[in-house]
Nanobody
Framework: VQLQASGGGLVQPGGSLRLSCAAS????????MAWYRQSPGKQRELVAL???????TYVDSVKGRFTISRDRAFRTLYLQMNDLKPGDTAVYSC?????????????WGQGTQVTVSS
């Protein structure tokens, strides 16, 4: 599975961005996808996750501002980010979880930089 994230950039506080992640390769049996972020000096954190039954999970700091969504086949993952704050500045990466013969396989894409600054 290959994952390619896009959509990052520089935005002023209060602005919006929409990230996309395109999945290719053997995408069958993907049962969840997620967005993670990491900023300098901080650990990588889970921002949002969506399961195969569209159950979503968000880190508290983005609840009410970010929305994760996907297409039906897990070919594309989205993250709509509204009311962005300087604390959201980070490299955002997409993740896919695939289960094959009872074994969990984790896939990571390269990140896209999001910078929130006036």
């Amino acid at each position: 599975v290959q994952l390619q994230a896009s959509g990052g950039g520089l935005v002023q506080p209060g602005g919006s961005l929409r990230l996309s992640c395109a999945a290719s390769g053997f995408i069958s049996n993907i049962n969840a996808m997620a967005w993670y972020r990491q900023s300098p000096g901080k650990q990588r954190e889970l921002v949002a996750l969506i399961s195969g039954v569209d159950r979503t999970t968000y880190v508290d700091s983005v609840k009410g501002r970010f929305t994760i969504s996907r297409d039906r086949a897990f070919r594309t993952l989205y993250l709509q980010m509204n009311d962005l704050k300087p604390g959201d500045t980070a490299v955002y990466s997409c993740y896919a979880r695939r289960v094959l013969s009872g074994k969990q396989l984790d896939y990571w894409g390269q990140g896209t930089q999001v910078t929130v600054s006036s």
